[in-house]
């Protein structure tokens, strides 16, 4: 059998993970874009009993990790302002920065008053002062919407800062492992266990709204779909046939799932509704079909397939119809995932035995590699579409990784503590 069917059935059926926690996470730019805007994120002026988290480290993380800015380093600040009343203009021009961000923490260790203001350097123009509360376990989260507000301020699209994240993770347990479900902020911290089974669990899929995820497990000692409430923690077996369950994706309406099974056969893309668990089936043959994904506006369902010889990406209707092929460009792509706004498609692209992660403007179908690993996998879109999260193999372990949909920026979250794969960024 050749590689890429190798890869190809194996990423259907099971994927092997490791231990993931934030304490023990490390986020480290890989790769910056040469044409970042300059900013200055002054580090903010605590008072009170503020607790161990450092607001303006977290914006710039956030800020430097999105590939259109590059932060000025503390040490290299001539003054480090909290209040307009404070601010030298010239030392920043003077440093080369377009914009500075300055601000305040107010805390009692219960509940926290947060101001900051954004301002363009060269004219001493205020672009925004903004006033938030919030409580102690909500500090990162008020960060990453600082992030956001500047984000959107400066490039006109809405930030992906304050969002979340799923993956799937391995423990050691006696002579075994236990699986695990994540989910946590975007950029990897407060990681929260939703689901976890000595048995492998893969492929989690969000729901359009963020409140439920799709994905299989194998707890039952076979694959099994469930969906689960994060709220709540309930979940429900959507789809329990013989042979394989896999692959699941919600309809952008969230009243379906696109699913792979082999109850019939060999692995085929079906429909299932999830009010009445009826099933359309989309395709049929002796080839393996897989790894469905939704258009944003429902009619088009893109697939992965081997039926040409080599796994491509196809497109069907998702009313059912005739599947064309999308993909001619290198020997591999696979695990297909539309951008927000439907223009583009992330996909793992192989050739030459090395796997990246590319995008295809779908206009076009013009495809461009992204990522620079051997062995990248599992694209999610960012949901303003301005940047891909993907699982990387990096010194034997894989590790999570975000690269800007132009390429330019590449940064790389490592667990350290193990692997992490099958990650997908919540709407």
Not at 157 to 174: D, L, P, Q
Request: charged share 20%; glycine share 12%.
């Amino acid at each position: 059998m050749k590689l890429t069917s190798k890869i190809f059935i194996i990423g259907l059926l099971m994927s092997l993970v490791g231990t993931a926690r934030a304490e023990g996470l490390t986020i480290e730019i890989t790769k910056g874009a040469q044409t970042a805007v300059p900013i200055a994120v002054v580090p903010f002026a605590q008072k009170g009993s503020v607790g161990n988290v450092k607001l303006s480290d977290v914006i710039d993380s956030d800020l430097a990790g999105s590939g259109f800015f590059k932060t000025l380093p503390e040490e290299d600040m001539l003054t480090k302002p909290s209040d307009p009343a404070q601010v030298n203009f010239r030392d920043f021009q003077a440093l080369g920065q377009d914009y500075m961000v300055i601000g305040q923490v107010l805390g009692n260790g219960g509940s926290f008053n947060i101001q900051f203001h954004l301002f363009n350097v060269h004219n001493g123009q205020l672009l925004m002062g903004y006033r938030l509360t919030a409580g102690a376990n909500e500090l990162r989260r008020a960060a990453h919407h600082i992030s956001d507000l500047i984000y959107e301020k400066l490039t006109g699209r809405k930030g992906a800062f304050n969002t979340r994240i799923a993956y799937v993770t391995s423990a050691a347990r006696g002579n075994g492992k236990q699986y695990m479900l994540q989910v946590a902020d975007a950029d990897g911290y407060n990681p929260r266990t939703i689901a976890e089974s000595p048995e492998p669990i893969m492929a989690p899929a969000w729901s359009p709204d963020g409140s439920k995820i799709a994905y299989v497990s194998f707890h039952t000692k076979r694959s099994e779909i469930w969906v689960q409430t994060l709220a709540t923690g309930q979940r429900e077996s959507v789809a329990a046939y013989p042979g394989i369950n896999g692959a699941p994706a919600f309809s952008p309406d969230g009243s379906r799932l696109a699913i792979t099974l082999s109850k019939d056969g060999s692995p085929d893309v079906y429909v299932l509704n999830l009010a009445n668990k009826g099933l359309t089936r989309l395709t049929s043959g002796l080839s393996i079909d897989t790894e469905p994904t939704w258009s944003p506006d429902g009619s088009t369902i893109v697939f992965t397939s081997d039926q040409g010889g080599k796994p491509q990406l196809y497109t069907i209707p998702s009313s059912g119809g005739r599947a064309t092929r999308l993909t001619f460009q290198g020997d591999y792509n696979a695990r297909g995932r539309f951008s927000p706004d439907g223009r583009s498609l992330a996909m793992v692209n192989g050739s030459g035995g090395s796997y990246r992660i590319a995008v295809m403007d779908v206009a076009s179908r013009t495809v461009n590699v992204l990522s620079e690993g051997g062995l990248d996998e599992s694209p999610s879109f960012a949901p303003n579409g301005s940047m891909i999260l993907f699982a990387a193999n990096k010194g034997g372990h894989s590790v999570l990784s975000v690269v800007s949909t132009d390429g330019a920026m590449q940064q790389k979250l490592d667990f350290q503590s193990g692997s992490v794969r099958e990650p997908a960024w919540a709407p």
